[in-house]
């Protein structure tokens, strides 16, 4: 897990969990709201990317709702998030 601090508070965190010897997954990206459009997000996906490639990982997977769902609307910046970094949907969940 690596965290993004500034002025005594956490304003982010990523958890990486390793899956195989070649594959590892994001399990969590959080960014307070206050830090959203900041580049907080997109640091804490590169801390994950490097530990990725430090553990010998040539794949990084990351879970989330899929776009057409009505469930739960405000997935829809984090899939634009996730686009804007250059992450692809390579599988689509119904539900998670």
Same mark, same amino acid.
């Given at each position: 897990m690596f965290a993004l601090n500034s002025e005594k508070r956490v304003d982010g965190i990523v958890s990486v969990k390793p899956n195989t010897a070649h *594959? %590892?997954?994001?399990?969590?990206? %959080?960014v307070g709201k206050q830090k959203h459009g900041s580049g907080a997000g997109t640091h804490l996906l590169q801390a994950a990317e490097g530990f *990725?490639? #430090?553990s010998a990982a040539f794949i990084l997977t990351i879970k #989330?709702? %899929?776009?057409h769902s009505t &469930?739960?609307?405000?997935?829809d910046s984090?899939? &634009?998030?996730?686009?804007r970094n250059g992450v692809r949907p390579?599988?689509?969940?119904e539900t998670l």
């Open positions: *594959a %590892a997954e994001i399990l969590l990206i %959080a *990725a490639k #430090t #989330t709702l %899929a776009s &469930q739960h609307p405000r997935y984090t899939r &634009q998030f996730y686009l390579i599988e689509v969940f």
